[in-house]
Protein backbone atom coordinates (compact mmCIF):
# COMPACT_ATOMS: atom_id res chain seq x y z
CA UNK A 1 0.00 0.00 0.00
CA UNK A 2 1.58 3.31 -0.83
CA UNK A 3 2.28 5.60 2.06
CA UNK A 4 0.45 9.00 1.57
CA UNK A 5 1.08 12.72 3.31
CA UNK A 6 -1.41 15.08 3.14
CA UNK A 7 -1.43 18.46 5.34
CA UNK A 8 -2.74 18.08 9.00
CA UNK A 9 -5.36 21.00 8.19
CA UNK A 10 -6.19 24.10 6.02
CA UNK A 11 -8.36 26.45 6.78
CA UNK A 12 -10.67 28.91 3.55
CA UNK A 13 -13.23 31.58 3.68
CA UNK A 14 -16.41 30.86 1.54
CA UNK A 15 -16.70 31.42 -2.00
CA UNK A 16 -12.71 30.30 -2.58
CA UNK A 17 -11.26 27.68 -3.96
CA UNK A 18 -9.46 24.93 -2.04
CA UNK A 19 -6.65 23.01 -3.17
CA UNK A 20 -5.84 19.99 -0.92
CA UNK A 21 -2.27 17.79 -2.47
CA UNK A 22 -1.51 14.55 -1.18
CA UNK A 23 1.63 13.03 -2.26
CA UNK A 24 2.64 9.34 -2.63
CA UNK A 25 5.69 8.63 -3.94
CA UNK A 26 5.54 5.02 -4.01
CA UNK A 27 2.19 4.40 -6.08
CA UNK A 28 2.07 1.47 -7.85
CA UNK A 29 1.10 0.98 -11.56
CA UNK A 30 -2.59 -0.34 -10.99
CA UNK A 31 -3.14 2.35 -7.71
CA UNK A 32 -5.84 5.19 -8.28
CA UNK A 33 -6.24 7.41 -6.07
CA UNK A 34 -9.62 8.26 -4.16
CA UNK A 35 -10.52 11.02 -2.01
CA UNK A 36 -13.42 10.43 0.65
CA UNK A 37 -14.72 13.43 2.61
CA UNK A 38 -16.24 12.81 6.38
CA UNK A 39 -18.38 15.11 8.39
CA UNK A 40 -18.28 15.11 12.67
CA UNK A 41 -19.85 12.24 13.73
CA UNK A 42 -20.27 10.67 10.07
CA UNK A 43 -18.69 7.99 8.09
CA UNK A 44 -16.70 9.25 5.04
CA UNK A 45 -17.89 9.07 1.55
CA UNK A 46 -16.61 8.44 -1.37
CA UNK A 47 -15.77 12.48 -3.28
CA UNK A 48 -13.79 11.65 -6.59
CA UNK A 49 -11.69 9.34 -7.83
CA UNK A 50 -9.13 9.64 -10.72
CA UNK A 51 -5.83 7.56 -12.20
CA UNK A 52 -4.03 10.10 -14.32
CA UNK A 53 -4.33 13.58 -15.59
CA UNK A 54 -7.79 15.49 -14.65
CA UNK A 55 -11.04 14.07 -13.34
CA UNK A 56 -14.24 16.77 -13.10
CA UNK A 57 -17.29 15.76 -10.92
CA UNK A 58 -20.45 17.94 -9.53
CA UNK A 59 -18.25 18.04 -6.54
CA UNK A 60 -14.77 18.59 -7.33
CA UNK A 61 -11.79 17.85 -9.52
CA UNK A 62 -8.82 15.79 -8.86
CA UNK A 63 -5.34 16.59 -10.89
CA UNK A 64 -2.67 13.77 -10.88
CA UNK A 65 0.23 15.01 -12.79
CA UNK A 66 1.91 12.47 -15.34
CA UNK A 67 4.43 11.36 -12.97
CA UNK A 68 1.22 10.50 -10.47
CA UNK A 69 3.35 11.28 -7.15
CA UNK A 70 0.88 13.50 -5.88
CA UNK A 71 -2.95 14.26 -6.96
CA UNK A 72 -4.59 17.57 -6.12
CA UNK A 73 -8.20 17.73 -4.83
CA UNK A 74 -10.00 20.89 -5.82
CA UNK A 75 -12.89 22.43 -4.63
CA UNK A 76 -14.55 25.08 -6.23
CA UNK A 77 -15.97 28.11 -4.06
CA UNK A 78 -16.54 26.08 -0.94
CA UNK A 79 -19.07 26.92 1.72
CA UNK A 80 -19.71 26.86 5.02
CA UNK A 81 -20.72 23.55 4.49
CA UNK A 82 -17.73 21.59 3.02
CA UNK A 83 -15.99 22.27 6.75
CA UNK A 84 -15.18 18.22 7.02
CA UNK A 85 -12.31 15.65 7.05
CA UNK A 86 -10.76 14.76 3.46
CA UNK A 87 -8.71 11.53 3.07
CA UNK A 88 -6.80 10.93 0.07
CA UNK A 89 -6.11 6.68 -0.15
CA UNK A 90 -3.86 4.90 -2.74
CA UNK A 91 -4.10 1.65 -4.28
CA UNK A 92 -7.63 -1.12 -4.08
CA UNK A 93 -9.06 0.49 -1.43
CA UNK A 94 -12.27 -1.06 -1.71
CA UNK A 95 -11.50 -4.72 -1.10
CA UNK A 96 -8.06 -5.20 1.03
CA UNK A 97 -6.22 -3.21 3.52
CA UNK A 98 -7.58 0.05 3.48
CA UNK A 99 -5.37 2.89 5.06
CA UNK A 100 -7.20 6.08 5.42
CA UNK A 101 -4.75 8.04 7.49
CA UNK A 102 -5.77 11.43 9.15
CA UNK A 103 -6.78 12.91 6.42
CA UNK A 104 -7.02 16.93 6.00
CA UNK A 105 -9.29 18.79 8.19
CA UNK A 106 -10.38 21.68 6.18
CA UNK A 107 -12.57 24.44 7.89
CA UNK A 108 -14.20 26.85 6.00
CA UNK A 109 -15.21 30.89 7.69
CA UNK A 110 -17.70 32.84 6.74
CA UNK B 1 -32.53 1.94 -0.03
CA UNK B 2 -29.20 0.94 -0.06
CA UNK B 3 -27.50 1.23 3.67
CA UNK B 4 -25.15 0.23 5.77
CA UNK B 5 -26.49 -0.65 9.49
CA UNK B 6 -24.84 -0.52 12.63
CA UNK B 7 -26.10 -1.42 16.27
CA UNK B 8 -25.88 0.03 18.90
CA UNK B 9 -25.13 3.57 17.62
CA UNK B 10 -24.41 4.41 21.34
CA UNK B 11 -23.00 1.97 24.04
CA UNK B 12 -21.46 3.05 27.80
CA UNK B 13 -19.97 -0.63 28.96
CA UNK B 14 -17.93 -1.40 32.00
CA UNK B 15 -14.08 -3.23 31.48
CA UNK B 16 -14.47 -6.90 30.75
CA UNK B 17 -18.17 -7.36 29.24
CA UNK B 18 -18.39 -8.70 25.98
CA UNK B 19 -19.80 -7.35 23.35
CA UNK B 20 -21.24 -7.27 20.12
CA UNK B 21 -21.15 -4.56 17.95
CA UNK B 22 -23.56 -5.72 14.76
CA UNK B 23 -23.15 -4.27 11.10
CA UNK B 24 -25.33 -4.87 8.06
CA UNK B 25 -25.49 -4.21 4.95
CA UNK B 26 -28.10 -4.87 2.21
CA UNK B 27 -26.67 -3.81 -1.52
CA UNK B 28 -24.77 -7.85 -1.86
CA UNK B 29 -21.41 -6.72 -1.01
CA UNK B 30 -18.46 -9.16 -0.97
CA UNK B 31 -16.44 -6.82 0.87
CA UNK B 32 -17.25 -5.65 4.79
CA UNK B 33 -14.74 -3.90 7.08
CA UNK B 34 -14.39 -2.59 10.49
CA UNK B 35 -12.61 1.00 11.34
CA UNK B 36 -12.13 2.71 14.34
CA UNK B 37 -11.85 6.15 14.66
CA UNK B 38 -9.99 8.16 17.72
CA UNK B 39 -9.13 12.01 17.61
CA UNK B 40 -5.90 13.27 15.46
CA UNK B 41 -5.57 9.50 14.31
CA UNK B 42 -8.04 9.31 11.48
CA UNK B 43 -9.55 5.84 10.85
CA UNK B 44 -7.20 3.21 11.62
CA UNK B 45 -8.88 -0.57 9.85
CA UNK B 46 -9.79 -3.35 12.61
CA UNK B 47 -10.77 -6.55 10.40
CA UNK B 48 -11.57 -6.50 6.89
CA UNK B 49 -13.77 -9.88 4.88
CA UNK B 50 -13.55 -10.80 1.56
CA UNK B 51 -16.51 -12.90 1.38
CA UNK B 52 -18.27 -15.35 3.72
CA UNK B 53 -15.62 -17.28 5.90
CA UNK B 54 -13.17 -15.08 4.67
CA UNK B 55 -11.71 -12.16 7.56
CA UNK B 56 -8.34 -10.39 7.98
CA UNK B 57 -6.21 -8.18 10.08
CA UNK B 58 -6.21 -4.32 9.28
CA UNK B 59 -3.86 -2.50 11.27
CA UNK B 60 -5.05 -2.32 14.67
CA UNK B 61 -7.13 -6.09 15.68
CA UNK B 62 -5.76 -6.56 18.61
CA UNK B 63 -8.57 -7.11 21.29
CA UNK B 64 -11.08 -7.71 18.72
CA UNK B 65 -12.63 -11.12 16.91
CA UNK B 66 -15.12 -10.99 13.64
CA UNK B 67 -16.76 -13.53 11.67
CA UNK B 68 -18.72 -13.55 8.50
CA UNK B 69 -21.35 -16.52 8.62
CA UNK B 70 -23.96 -14.26 6.33
CA UNK B 71 -23.10 -11.99 3.45
CA UNK B 72 -24.69 -9.07 4.53
CA UNK B 73 -23.52 -9.15 8.37
CA UNK B 74 -20.53 -8.61 9.75
CA UNK B 75 -20.41 -8.41 13.68
CA UNK B 76 -17.72 -6.93 15.69
CA UNK B 77 -17.09 -8.52 18.81
CA UNK B 78 -15.30 -7.38 21.99
CA UNK B 79 -14.56 -10.10 24.34
CA UNK B 80 -13.16 -8.15 27.05
CA UNK B 81 -13.34 -4.80 26.48
CA UNK B 82 -10.94 -2.49 28.17
CA UNK B 83 -10.89 1.60 28.37
CA UNK B 84 -8.62 1.54 25.44
CA UNK B 85 -10.75 0.48 23.32
CA UNK B 86 -13.41 3.35 23.86
CA UNK B 87 -13.46 4.62 20.43
CA UNK B 88 -15.95 5.75 17.12
CA UNK B 89 -16.67 2.46 15.10
CA UNK B 90 -17.43 2.38 11.71
CA UNK B 91 -18.68 -0.52 9.21
CA UNK B 92 -18.24 -0.16 5.59
CA UNK B 93 -18.86 -2.53 2.35
CA UNK B 94 -18.01 -2.34 -0.93
CA UNK B 95 -18.24 -4.70 -3.79
CA UNK B 96 -14.62 -5.93 -3.65
CA UNK B 97 -11.47 -5.65 -4.87
CA UNK B 98 -12.26 -3.68 -9.05
CA UNK B 99 -10.83 -1.70 -11.15
CA UNK B 100 -10.60 1.03 -10.47
CA UNK B 101 -11.46 0.39 -6.51
CA UNK B 102 -14.96 0.45 -5.95
CA UNK B 103 -16.50 2.70 -3.08
CA UNK B 104 -16.94 1.92 0.26
CA UNK B 105 -20.30 3.07 1.96
CA UNK B 106 -19.58 3.49 5.82
CA UNK B 107 -22.40 3.05 8.12
CA UNK B 108 -23.67 5.68 10.97
CA UNK B 109 -21.08 4.37 13.42
CA UNK B 110 -21.01 3.26 16.98
CA UNK B 111 -19.65 5.11 20.04
CA UNK B 112 -18.17 2.63 22.28
CA UNK B 113 -17.33 3.95 26.16
CA UNK B 114 -15.79 1.23 28.13
CA UNK B 115 -15.41 2.31 31.49
Known amino acids: LAKTTQPISMDSYEGQEVNITCSHNNIATNDYITWYQQFPSQGPRFIIQGYKTKVTNEVASLFIPADRKSSTLSLPRVSLSDTAVYYCLVGLTGGFKTIFGAGTRLFVKA | ?115
Open chain 2, 1 to 115: EAQVTQNPRYLITVTGKKLTVTCSQNMNHEYMSWYRQDPGLGLRQIYYSMNVEVTDKGDVPEGYKVSRKEKRNFPLILESPSPNQTSLYFCASSRGPTLPPDTQYFGPGTRLTVL
